[in-house]
């Protein structure tokens, strides 16, 4: 009897450490979805590479490369110096984006992912220069240049994906500043969703590139790595490093087409949203995952509180 109870128990305890393991085959395809038969009308967009991106210029010098015809309506976005240019995110590389980014620049592009989820990270060897935030845990794990990713950081196997390796050229340090020619992004450290989450800010053009840290109307922190304790630490930081005019680009577009766009108060009701639930102020709906109301245009998507983790991974120094 004792046996048997204990057993159930340490069933249930690996159910739950292994939970991502057992939901992400349950909930996702397996195999390249299909693409979807409407696809959202990207406004101000031209149809690149085959009419599966869609590019729109925000500038003479930051180009947004949309796939609304992908289930997650990817953007991703060309960011360019005089010298050189950014890449920030390539899809799930179903679809290769490479040519549409040679039509669009000649400058050497450096490919920068704003976390390591397959729907990011794009196709394995498409960039020739690859640059990775430079966080202790990660370089730990990387051989050399040569950064294998793990599952649990790629999640690939939802599409049928192969967990790539990344030969790193350049690791690029909290808060460290990419000059690109003319032009200078600031790399922000920004865990939550993943804790190898980063964002890309430009304090001249007051453009913060999020990735999923907050992209349109949701923040998501139910992946394996998601820490909320990390989110009101990004929270924070992007709120004190960021002028109030800035607008936030995230990588998920919705139904509307339109760029995924966020407001500066858009993080400040995040960073408000975080401390209710943490000091239990706030309570969500649902059972798995729970949703969090951000503001009248938002979500905080996270695990039950018995899950939640509140400890950031590298704490701020007091
Ligand atoms: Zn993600």
Do not use: C
Request: aromatic share 8%; net charge negative.
């Amino acid at each position: 009897m004792i046996v048997s109870v204990v057993g159930i128990l340490l069933l249930a305890y690996l159910a739950v450490v292994q939970r991502h393991t057992i939901l992400v085959p349950l909930t996702t395809p397996g195999e390249e979805p299909p693409l979807l038969d409407v696809a959202a009308q990207v406004p101000d967009g031209t149809p690149a590479g085959d009419g599966y991106y869609v590019v729109v210029a925000l500038d003479g010098q930051t180009f947004a490369i949309a796939e609304p015809r992908y289930w997650a309506r990817n953007f991703n976005y060309l960011i360019m110096g005089t010298e050189r240019a950014i890449m920030f995110d390539a899809g799930a590389g179903h679809e290769d984006i490479r040519p549409v980014v040679d039509a669009l620049t000649d400058l050497p592009i450096t490919f920068l992912p704003s976390h390591f989820h397959y729907d990011h990270v794009g196709r394995e060897g498409a960039f020739d220069h690859v640059a990775v935030v430079d966080l202790p845990h990660v370089r730990k794990q990387a051989n050399g240049n040569a950064l294998e990713l793990t599952w649990e950081q790629h999640l690939g196997s939802a599409e049928g994906l192969e967990i790539p390796t990344l030969m790193v050229d350049e690791w690029i340090a909290p808060g460290e500043t990419i000059d690109l020619g003319g032009r200078t992004l600031s790399l922000l450290y920004t865990p939550g969703h993943t804790d190898n989450s980063v964002s890309l800010y430009d304090a001249e053009r007051k453009v913060m590139f999020s990735g999923d840290f907050v992209t349109g109307n949701l923040a998501g922190a139910i992946a394996p790595t998601a820490s909320l304790g990390d989110y009101l630490q990004s929270a924070k930081k992007v709120l004190r490093s960021t002028d109030a005019a800035t607008i936030i680009r995230g990588a998920h577009g919705s139904e509307s087409g339109g760029i995924p766009t966020n407001d500066h108060s858009d993080v400040r009701d995040l960073r408000d949203t975080l401390i209710a639930i943490r000091d239990r102020k706030l309570e969500g709906t649902g059972t798995f995952p729970i949703t969090y109301v951000i503001n009248d245009k938002m979500i905080l998507v996270a695990e039950p509180r018995w899950l939640q983790d509140w400890t950031p991974t590298y704490p701020d120094e007091k």
